[in-house]
């Protein structure tokens, strides 16, 4: 018996062991998280490095929307971000995507869940971050009813936001806002608070980004200012964010919509007069082409074994996805962007490929392995060739003198010439002595 209840003991104890194990296993395969400085921002990550960036980057961003939407940084809801980067995307579902729930005990929460690196090294973190601390407002008065589907804020507000960041870091693009003034006729602001940029090619979301700065700015500089655009985001729990919620937040337009129309138009012919930054160098030129095309795709989904491929050679992979033709969207975007602030040299190279992103988002289908490779052959000795001649101007400029050399500033006197002593010399010498 004694040897039954030593043995049952000893079971026991190896259960209670594997548990444990179990649980420290369990524990340790949770993702780390970081609490922001605010104390508004959960970020779940098992990378270190990137949870650091994502707090740092949220905490800038929520910086920014306090400046435009008037707060005392109060808030009502957490934001949870999850760093999903790597893990099964769900079906459907573009890079990122950001939501409220009803968390524990009734309370709301809303979250914004990562699914492509590619959010981290563009504006779109930013992107998701205003939009999650434009839904924590809406929603901070107004509890969200059940079985109703909760509402974002509008997308001129969050690519306004997003465009202004941009401008700060990368200058901005002036050739936009010419674009925009030589157009057949103005923009009618009811036309634009009904776009959907997210339909937009690359060429129309650029200018409509710079439509929507210019209305965020024409809004922060009425009278009611950061006031009037925190009172339209409260009326959006119950109002479509239309031209007549967007009117009733700001009395000082007198439910005036041409009014608003022409300090809008104002707005963007201002914005056309302001000083951009110089055009990049080729170095800099390239090191953005590079970010923007630093994307990877398997050769083969279905037998990752293959490989994958980097670079250029991944956009029509990329673009066969889930998700794909949004994403070169983005991509066509960003190669506009640069396109206007890039070397000439440089710019037939992103032209092109920015129209084969834009073809792609249109045909994901479409074969552009050769363009692709032909283009990427051009960008190639055209950096090359660049290389070349800056060596040789660097060389050129380090072998000119600019001091002559000392033996050429010395002066010596030339050497007497000897005294001649022959019969005719003589001679001569006698009658010069003589004067004749």
């Given at each position: 018996m004694a040897w039954h209840r030593h043995a049952r003991a000893l079971t026991g104890l190896c259960l209670l062991g594997q548990l444990l194990s179990s649980l420290e296993a369990r524990e340790t395969s949770l993702p780390a998280k970081t609490t922001s400085a605010s104390g508004q921002f959960v970020v779940y990550s098992k990378d270190a490095?990137?949870?650091?960036?994502?707090?740092?980057?949220?905490?800038?961003?929520?910086?920014?929307?306090?400046?435009?939407?008037?707060?005392?940084?109060?808030?009502?809801?957490?934001?949870?971000?999850?760093?999903?980067?790597?893990s099964a995307k769900p079906r459907g579902n573009p890079q990122a995507r950001t939501a409220i729930f009803e968390g524990d005990e009734g309370t709301?929460?809303?979250?914004?869940?990562?699914?492509?690196?590619?959010?981290?090294?563009?504006q779109g973190l930013e992107m998701e971050t205003y939009r999650a601390l434009g839904i924590e407002w809406i929603y901070r008065s107004h509890p969200l009813k059940a079985g109703k589907s909760f509402r974002s804020p509008p997308p001129w507000l969050l690519e306004g936001l997003v465009e202004?960041?941009?401008?700060?870091?990368?200058?901005?693009?002036?050739?936009?806002?010419?674009?925009?003034?030589?157009?057949?006729?103005?923009?009618?602001?009811?036309?634009?608070?009904?776009?959907?940029?997210?339909?937009?090619?690359?060429t129309s979301l650029a200018l409509y980004r710079t439509q929507a700065l210019a209305l965020v700015k024409t809004l922060h500089q009425l009278p009611e200012g950061p006031k009037g655009l925190g009172a339209f985001l409260d009326s959006l729990a119950e109002?479509?964010?239309d031209i007549k919620s967007l009117l009733g937040a700001f009395p000082s337009l007198q439910n005036d919509p041409s009014r608003l129309g022409k300090?809008?138009?104002?707005?963007?012919?201002?914005?056309?007069?302001?000083?951009?930054?110089?055009?990049?160098?080729?170095?800099?030129?390239?090191?953005?082409?590079?970010?923007?095309?630093?994307?990877?795709?398997?050769?083969?989904?279905?037998?990752?074994?293959?490989?994958?491929?980097?670079?250029?050679?991944?956009?029509?992979?990329?673009?066969?996805?889930?998700?794909?033709?949004?994403?070169?969207?983005?991509?066509?975007t960003e190669l506009l962007t640069l396109e206007f602030r890039a070397h000439p040299l440089l710019k037939p190279v992103i032209g092109e490929y920015r129209k084969m992103t834009t073809l792609l988002a249109d045909k994901p289908k479409k074969n552009l392995d050769k363009p692709i490779e032909e283009n990427g052959k051009i960008l190639?000795?055209?950096?090359?060739?660049?290389?070349?001649?800056?060596?040789?101007?660097?060389?050129?400029?380090?072998?000119?003198?600019?001091?002559?050399?000392?033996?050429?500033?010395?002066?010596?006197?030339?050497?007497?010439?000897?005294?001649?002593t022959d019969p005719v010399s003589l001679h001569l010498d006698a009658i010069e002595e003589r004067g004749w």
């Open positions: 490095t990137r949870r650091t960036n994502i707090v740092q980057r949220a905490e800038e961003a929520r910086t920014q929307w306090l400046q435009k939407i008037g707060s005392d940084g109060n808030w009502s809801h957490m934001i949870i971000i999850q760093d999903l980067i790597g709301l929460k809303v979250q914004t869940d990562l699914y492509d690196a590619s959010v981290l090294r563009g202004e960041k941009r401008i700060r870091e990368s200058g901005t693009p002036g050739a936009v806002y010419n674009a925009l003034l030589k157009s057949e006729r103005p923009p009618k602001i009811e036309e634009f608070l009904k776009a959907k940029p997210e339909l937009m090619e690359a109002n479509d964010a300090l809008w138009t104002l707005s963007i012919a201002r914005g056309s007069t302001s000083k951009g930054m110089e055009p990049l160098s080729i170095g800099e030129t390239s090191r953005a082409l590079k970010e923007i095309l630093d994307v990877s795709a398997p050769l083969d989904p279905k037998k990752p074994e293959l490989g994958t491929v980097t670079g250029g050679g991944a956009l029509p992979l990329l673009a066969r996805t889930e998700g794909g033709p949004y994403l070169m969207r983005q991509k066509s190639d000795l055209l950096l090359q060739r660049s290389g070349q001649v800056s060596d040789y101007l660097n060389w050129f400029e380090a072998t000119q003198l600019d001091t002559l050399s000392e033996n050429f500033l010395e002066t010596t006197s030339p050497q007497e010439t000897p005294k001649r």
